[in-house]
């Protein structure tokens, strides 16, 4: 059985601002295991990315509210900033979303890798570099690209660096936030399967791979959440989500999906309509039931998790009556 | 309730108030401009008047004391302050209203348009201003009134207004709305009122601060050289007189220092609003 | 890399010919005729009419044809022709200018280069530390307010009249005699010392708030995030934001030559020194025409090469530019 490298219960965090409080992580639990890729998979706006800044730095006025996070099982929530520093980059990373900007304009790659990892009581030796070099020789990169400065880079080769840097010390758990929102198609693939074989190679524990395209985590993920304005829609595995969907909009998400060899004359894609509540004092509820076809009078109280099968959760107080039909 | 409800819908305007600095350098721009106006009323003396003993140290009579023939410093100082402020002002204003045409004129329209104008900003910004502005004063015939001087002193400054006002025009306008403007073929003059004006509005007064600011330390600068309004008193005026006059060798600091340090009072005022402006209107320098 | 260094040469050259065009043009064209004045008042002066006749005058001769003027006035400046100061008379505008260039340059060069050092240091310093950041900035924003004119005074009357420690004027006692003897350097730097204090003092307070400015704008760039994120001290990323915030400090001291120029005249005026700008001054209030043009020229050619200086420094520095990617911050 092997272990939980992330626990997360109850979590909330909230952003505090003069009109209030956005409630963006509103009540999050779930697990992710050694070997394991969880992808995160909901609109803009939904809450992955304040996981993601939860999880490694809450910058006001971000502020944790209540709930825990074991890492490795410890709750970092509760950890002095001094001893989480130490966690950074060696137990937890992130492949940043701005990872195209994400690096200084006057310092080479080697300079700044050299000083990071100097940072964690690590000597930039030659035997370090050598690591490193076989690392990018992974991602397809010559070796020549230490010298370079980032200007120097197209985005696609600034993306695999920054996936070589942010592993380099073999992190438990990495989180990958949109790292293929800015790419075109064959990179996209190239960058997905890069963090599965990362993940095979044990090069990194286990991995949250944040995006809006579950296309992708269909590719890769092991387990699908799908989150919506702040809370958990519905969880489980990949094959149980994708075709066997309980929560209303986790069905909305997959009949979505244009499909292969399907032409528009033949099949109209069909969106959700509406927007994505504003999470700005939001109350109790469900959040879906105003874009939501199946609501009803019940849907006003929050719903709670309940199981579907196993490893598969769902929060939604009409799953069962509605059934797994995903044609609409 | 209806206070709270206030400031909810007008963010700004509450993060304005609440800002330290602007709220202290509002008060005393507002003060120095008040010095100006009741000032010189505030004394029985005109501002050449030979009213008692020179060489007389600040006191109930003369507030700023005397000069070295016997003038009231208070008086010439506050009356001095009208005349450089004024300048300032209008320069400021002048030098403000060209540039952001220029500007906006180089941003917008981009290409030949835009090389041309940067020359031309280019080449002004690498002149020395006050050497540019003594050598105009220097063939300006006849009387200099407040309005050349004005006019003369925006032609140095408006060169850093376009700078500034190019680079922000350059940013709303690579934004997509712009474009969707520009696409559906509404008027220019529609899309400079809605998309990029109201922008621009923050900004532009922003650099209009710093434009009143160089604008009255240039006037004073060019007083203080001889070069200013050939007429009545300036603030300028004022501290070259104490100069010639030796004032600081034989003692009588107070005619020279305290003109200048209501000056970099006022200067520094100027400064606070624009830095707190800045914090407003860029809400992540909120947080430092 | 050279597109970025002949494009500027180009403004350069562009902005001298201007520059040079204004001298000659402005006072043919300025209602009053002040060139006609002066050498009026030549022709009252020994050895006036061979004034008249010189080279440079010819430049301004009514019976030649404007293209005709304008050419000589360049060919008279190849030849360091700047014709003769009435002030000085009857040296010519080219020796003043000679002889004290220097006491521009010992006061402006130290001043430059040193506030600019000191003040990005204070600045960095203050953009880390909070506490002590809400304590001296104001104190940086009083200083870099102050008018030159004014903050001299404050200086002569501080150290020269109240403490006595410094002379007030010239750039040496009337007693000595020039040369390289000890007395005399000392007596020197004496002189030299209040009226670049004045300078340094302003513009270190400007420098420490651009730099401070720009530390704390790069603790919120992307770079930064990425760096906290990956465990990297507060120390590290404070130094990779310097690293970035110098360059638009070295574009900043391009810019900022204009404001020392007009630093140097204020102050030369104070302390009677004897540089450029306070003779530019007093030529001006002499209507010594050929004097003021001289020195104006001469002010602009060392601004120019000073520019020219400060690109190449920066793009020494800024990869993006070295490799010609961009042009500067």
């Not at chain 1, 492949?95 to 790659?109: E, G």
Request: charged fraction near 15%.
């Amino acid at each position: 059985m092997r272990e939980n490298i992330l626990e997360v219960k109850d979590l909330k965090a909230y952003y505090k601002i003069l009109k209030g409080d956005v409630k963006a992580v509103d009540g999050v639990t779930f697990n992710i295991k050694r070997g394991e890729i969880l992808g995160v998979a909901g609109e803009s706006g939904c809450g992955k990315s304040t996981l993601a800044s939860t999880f490694i730095t809450r910058k006001p006025p971000l502020q944790h509210i209540s709930g825990e996070v074991n890492l490795l099982g410890e709750d970092i929530m509760q950890m002095k900033e001094k001893k989480f520093k130490k966690m950074r980059l060696k137990d937890i990373s992130i492949i940043p979303q701005y990872a195209l900007d994400a690096f200084s304009p006057t310092k080479k790659i080697r300079t700044f890798i050299a000083d990071l990892v100097r940072e964690h009581g690590i000597s930039p030796d030659k035997k370090f570099f050598a690591k490193v070099e076989e690392r990018l020789d992974m991602v397809n990169l010559d070796p020549s690209v230490l010298n370079r400065f980032s200007i120097e880079l197209s985005g696609g080769m600034k993306q695999r660096v920054i996936m070589v840097i942010s592993s380099i010390l073999d992190p438990a758990f990495i989180i990958a936030d949109e790292i293929t929102s800015a790419l075109d198609v064959s990179s996209q693939r190239f960058v997905a399967t890069l963090l599965a074989k990362l993940r095979d190679e044990e090069i990194i524990g286990s991995a949250m791979f944040i995006t809006h395209d579950l296309s992708i985590l269909y590719q890769i993920a092991d387990r699908i959440m799908v989150m919506y304005a702040g809370r958990i829609a519905e969880i489980g595995p990949t094959d149980e989500i994708v075709n066997n969907p309980k929560h209303p909009y986790t069905k909305a998400l997959i009949s979505s999906l244009p499909q292969v060899g399907v032409q528009y004359k033949d099949k109209k894609l069909s969106g959700i309509e509406g927007t994505p509540p504003h999470l700005l004092n939001i109350g109790d509820g469900c959040r879906f039931r105003f874009r939501c076809p199946y609501a009803e009078e019940v849907c006003t109280n929050t719903p709670v998790r309940e199981k579907v099968a196993a490893g598969h959760y769902t929060a939604c107080h009409r799953w069962r009556e509605l059934g797994s039909d995903n044609n609409d | 309730m209806l206070l709270e409800n206030f400031w909810k819908n007008h963010e700004n305007l509450y993060y304005v108030v609440k800002n330290k600095k602007v709220m202290i350098g509002i008060s005393i721009v507002v003060f120095m401009f008040l010095l100006a106006v009741i000032g010189p009323m505030l004394t029985s003396y005109d501002y050449d008047e030979f009213v008692s003993n020179g060489f007389q140290a600040p006191s109930a009579d003369h507030w700023f004391g005397t000069t070295f023939m016997g003038k009231d410093v208070f008086t010439r100082v506050t009356l001095g302050l009208r005349t450089s402020l004024l300048v300032g002002l209008i320069a400021g204003v002048i030098s403000t209203f060209v540039g952001c045409i220029i500007g906006f004129l180089a941003g917008y329209y981009g290409g030949v348009i835009d090389e041309i104008l940067m020359a031309m900003t280019n080449i002004f910004i690498v002149i020395p201003s006050l050497a540019l502005l003594i050598i105009i004063s220097a063939y300006l015939p006849g009387d200099r009134g407040i309005l050349i001087m004005s006019l003369i002193i925006s032609v140095t400054a408006w060169p850093w207004t376009a700078r500034a006002v190019r680079s922000q025009t350059l940013a709303i306008r690579s934004q997509d709305y712009v474009n969707l403007s520009r696409i559906s073929s509404i008027s220019v003059l529609q899309i400079i009122k809605e998309d990029i004006a109201a922008n621009m509005l923050s900004y532009v007064f922003m650099v209009f601060i710093l434009q009143f600011k160089g604008a009255i330390l240039a006037a004073v600068g060019l007083e203080f050289l001889g070069l200013g309004p050939t007429q009545g008193i300036s603030l300028g005026l004022v501290l070259q007189n104490a100069l010639n006059w030796n004032a600081i060798q034989l003692g009588i600091w107070w005619w020279a220092i305290l003109p200048g340090l209501i000056l970099t009072i006022f200067v520094t005022a100027l400064y606070f609003i624009n830095t707190g402006l800045d914090e407003v209107f860029n809400p992540r320098l909120r947080e430092m | 890399m050279g597109k970025y260094l002949s494009k500027k040469v180009l403004v350069y050259l562009i902005t001298f010919f201007v520059a040079v065009t204004v001298n000659w043009a402005v006072p043919r064209f300025m209602p009053g005729d002040p060139i006609s004045l002066l050498l009026a008042r030549f022709s009252g002066m020994e050895g006036g009419r061979e004034i008249i006749q010189s080279q440079f005058v010819q430049t301004f001769g009514f019976d030649q044809p404007l293209l005709v003027q304008y050419f000589n006035f360049w060919k008279s400046l190849f030849v360091g022709d700047l014709g003769i100061s009435i002030s000085f008379f009857p040296a010519p505008v080219m020796d003043i200018v000679k002889n004290n260039i220097i006491y521009d340059f010992i006061i402006l060069v130290p001043a430059i280069i040193l506030s600019w050092i000191v003040g990005n240091k204070l600045g960095a310093y203050s953009g880390g530390n909070k506490k002590i950041d809400n304590r001296v900035m104001p104190f940086f924003y009083f200083l870099t307010s102050a008018p030159e004119f004014w903050f001299s005074m404050v200086l002569v009357f501080v150290f020269g009249v109240k403490f006595g420690w410094f002379p007030v004027n010239g750039a040496y006692s009337s007693t000595m005699h020039p040369g390289f003897n000890f007395a005399f350097i000392f007596d020197v730097l004496k002189h030299w010392f209040l009226p670049f204090l004045s300078i340094f003092l302003i513009q270190v307070g400007g420098w420490a708030i651009g730099m401070r400015n720009m530390i704390i704008y790069e603790k919120v760039s992307n770079y930064s995030r990425y760096m906290k994120s990956l465990g990297a001290s507060d120390k590290l990323i404070r130094s990779y934001g310097f690293r970035n915030g110098v360059l638009p400090q070295v574009t900043g001291l391009a810019i900022s030559l204009s404001t020392f120029v007009a630093a140097a005249v204020f102050v030369e005026r104070v302390f009677a020194y004897p540089g450029l700008g306070n003779i530019m001054v007093k030529a001006v209030l002499n209507q010594d025409f050929f004097l003021m043009q001289g020195c104006f020229l001469a002010i602009i050619t060392m601004v120019l090469v000073a520019n020219f200086i400060v690109d190449i420094i920066y793009m020494l520095i800024d990869p993006r530019v070295r490799l010609s990617y961009s042009e500067e911050v």
